[in-house]
Nanobody, 126 residues
Framework: QVQLAESGGGLVQAGGSLRLSCAAS????????MGWFRQAPGEEREFVVA????????VYADSVKGRFTISRDNAKNTVALQMNSLKPEDTAVYYC???????????????????WGQGIQVTVSS
């Protein structure tokens, strides 16, 4: 199993920026596709972005394209989510997720990810 821990959340005004980080345990971090999901109160968990093992393939949800950027550093076992031009509708608990090992295709569904962080709150005020 891989343990994931998010950090960097908080409260910002609309139009501001936040950078989330996800730290993963183990030395096999590069074996996993990584993703970010979010869940707002009363809403289902939704896909935000995912990145392949080597970082060569990235898929963004339409709602965050042009505003959010994902990156990973396999040497440091971390994945980051830079969030710019934040909107109140971005308010949610954000979750870092890792796929099953050795999965080659980046997927956008929760079912494609086996390991999850505890989540971190992002609040964007009007």
């Amino acid at each position: 199993q891989v343990q994931l821990a998010e950090s960097g959340g908080g409260l910002v005004q609309a139009g501001g920026s936040l950078r989330l980080s996800c730290a993963a345990s183990g030395r096999t971090f590069s074996s996993y596709n990584m993703g970010w999901f979010r869940q707002a109160p009363g809403e289902e968990r939704e896909f935000v972005v995912a990145i392949s093992k080597g970082g060569g393939s990235i898929v963004y949800a339409d709602s965050v394209k042009g505003r959010f950027t994902i990156s990973r550093d396999n040497a440091k076992n971390t994945v980051a989510l830079q969030m710019n031009s934040l909107k109140p509708e971005d308010t949610a608990v954000y979750y870092c997720a890792a796929s099953l090992p050795n999965v080659g295709v980046v997927v956008t569904t929760s079912a494609g990810y086996a390991y999850w962080g505890q989540g971190i709150q992002v609040t964007v005020s009007s």
